[in-house]
């Protein structure tokens, strides 16, 4: 969950502080729990001291079984996307953007305001384990690697720009900062970034005017001709689908929050020339999380549905979340169910086989399992989590 006006809290440099060894065929989902924010019934951030965030690193070898391989002591948070964090397409390595620092507001309370940090973990230690941190752009929100593994971007949301990280063996390293807006302009929200399937695009998510940015790849080249795409309101997450026919983005409408009126996921053909916006999907109240299967015709959209960061007494108000189901045929996409999740869910991830699908509850403190039959969900499991999971993801795009 995230607000516009909560562009801002925590940080701290962490080592791991529970795990076991991962077998070689282990195939991993990140989990990022957050245990500063929560609301009160009005609706209003409770803002909480820092030092109990976690990273878990579980092993989905067996679907609705996960296995806690690591829990690492790192600072993280629910304010933006819940793409802060990525794994590797051969799993050999993990990231996680702090997007804010929690500091003293002076009153014996606790505020939030911009990081710079991404951690790095090695996925292939025993056990995984924080091996360095890289210094990007303010606000570090959503982040996407490419598929060869050898590159990352990072959206960062205070400051119109889009962090350039290459990838070498266990050494990640900014190599560039490429500005999305001109030095001095008002605040964009860039909030989430996709890379496409064959590397050679990025689309950035820029909430706060309705747009999305593309960037052009050469190797480890990023560059932004000024090519935006008007799309729906606050547009908060973005991703691509296997094949590179199109891209669909989150179009939030609530900034961060539901507001009561249905909201929609714009479709972008990525073939075209340049890539434009051809059709929109209504999804329901508060597009957040979204994931896409690896089989190309299936996507996720998580939508928040009145929970969370909104008045209890609200008319559009609800217990819960839901999950809209989105057939995709080609250029078309198609709602084609809903399916029940917990409080506030906001990650979500496919396993790399497409077959199982995991969404964190954040106010639950849990995880839903569903198996995926086609373009049905049919629930298989509930994980109990040590914290709240603010984020999550696999090595599934």
Do not use: C
């Amino acid at each position: 969950m995230r607000k516009l006006t909560q562009a801002i809290a925590i940080a701290a440099l962490a080592a791991p502080v529970l795990g076991l060894a991962a077998p070689a065929s282990a195939q991993y989902l990140i989990v990022g729990n957050d245990e500063k924010l929560v609301w009160d019934d009005a609706g209003k951030g409770v803002q909480k001291a820092p030092g109990n965030d976690t990273v878990m690193i579980l092993d989905i070898a067996n679907r609705t079984k996960p296995r806690t391989v690591a829990t690492l002591k790192l600072e993280n948070t629910v304010v933006g996307p819940p793409t802060n964090l990525a794994i590797t397409p051969d799993e050999h390595l993990a990231l996680v953007a702090n997007s804010l620092d929690q500091v003293s507001d002076g009153k014996g309370g606790w505020k939030p305001q911009p990081d710079d940090k991404v951690y790095v973990i090695d996925l292939k230690a025993s056990p995984p384990a924080q091996v360095g941190t890289v210094e990007v752009g303010k606000q570090p929100s959503g982040m996407a690697i490419n598929h060869t593994g050898d590159l990352a971007l990072v959206a960062n949301r205070a400051e119109n720009t889009v962090s350039v990280l290459s990838i070498n063996g266990k050494e990640v390293k900014r190599i560039d900062t490429v500005a999305v807006a001109p030095q001095g302009a008002p605040s964009e929200q860039v909030s989430a970034v996709a890379i496409s399937p064959d590397g050679k695009l990025a689309l950035v998510a820029k909430a706060a005017s309705n747009k999305v940015a593309l960037l052009k790849i050469d190797g480890q080249k990023v560059t932004y001709d000024g090519y935006d795409m008007n799309v729906g309101v606050f547009p908060y997450n973005v991703s691509t689908v296997p094949g590179g026919e199109i891209a669909i983005v989150n179009n939030n409408g609530g900034g961060g929050a539901s507001d009561g009126g249905v909201d929609t996921v714009s479709i972008i053909d990525m073939k075209a020339t340049p890539p434009r916006v051809i059709d929109y999907v209504v999804v329901g109240d508060g597009p957040e999380g979204l994931a896409v299967s690896p089989t190309g015709k299936l996507a996720v959209s998580v939508i928040l549905n009145g929970v969370g960061n909104v008045p209890k007494a609200a008319f559009f108000h609800h217990e819960h979340s839901y999950l809209s189901l989105l057939r995709i045929d080609g250029r078309k996409v198609h709602k084609v169910g809903e399916a029940e999740v917990g409080a506030l869910a906001e990650g979500v991830a496919f396993s790399p086989d497409g077959r199982y699908l995991y969404v964190g509850n954040y106010l639950d403190s849990d995880m839903t399992i569903f198996k995926v039959e086609g373009t049905k969900l049919v629930r298989a499991a509930t994980m109990k989590l040590p914290g709240h999971p603010a984020s999550l993801r696999s090595a599934v795009p």
